[in-house]
C-alpha cells in the first residue's frame, strides 16, 4: 500500500490489520520509524522490517508477502526487496476477520495517508511489486 505519513518513530502508527480468534497480522510504521509486517499465530510473534526509514509528508510504497510453503515474510520498499523472516509459522491468512485501515486493533492510529491496499491470493515476485509501486495514479 502507499502511505503518506506526517510523522514517524515515538509511538506506532498501524497501517492495516486483520484477525480472528487464533491470528493475527498488520502492517504498521514502528516506533523506530521502519515499516514493518507483524504477525500472530500460536503464540509465535514474528515481525519483518524494512531496513528504510520512510520520509515524512512524501508517498512511499510499503509491500510484505507470506509465502506459506517455506513460512517466509519478505518485505518491501518502493518496489526493492528490503528484509526477510522465516519462523515456521504462518497465520491462516484465509481465516481473517475483522479488518482495520489506518490503525491496529484496538488502536495505535496512523497519523498519515494510506492509499491502494491490496491483498493478494498468492505471493507477489518481487518484479511485480516493483512494477506496482511504479505506478502513477
Known sequence: ????????GNSRHGLFSANDSNN???????????YE?????????PNT???????????????????SDDYTVKVYYNGSFENSRSDGDTPNYKQFSNPTLGSRSGGNYA?????????YSRVLPESEINRISNLNG
Open 49 to 67: 522490517q524494512t531496513t528504510t526509514s520512510p520520509p515524512t509528508n512524501k508517498w512511499s510504497h510499503f509491500a510484505a508477502t507470506v509465502d
Open 111 to 119: 497519523d498519515a495517508r494510506i492509499d491502494d491496499v491490496r491483498i
Open 24 to 34: 493475527w497480522w498488520n502492517s504498521r510504521i514502528e516506533s523506530n520509524g521502519k
Open 1 to 8: 500500500h502507499w502511505v503518506y505519513p506526517y510523522q514517524t
Open 37 to 45: 509486517f507483524w504477525y500472530g499465530s500460536n503464540g509465535n510473534n
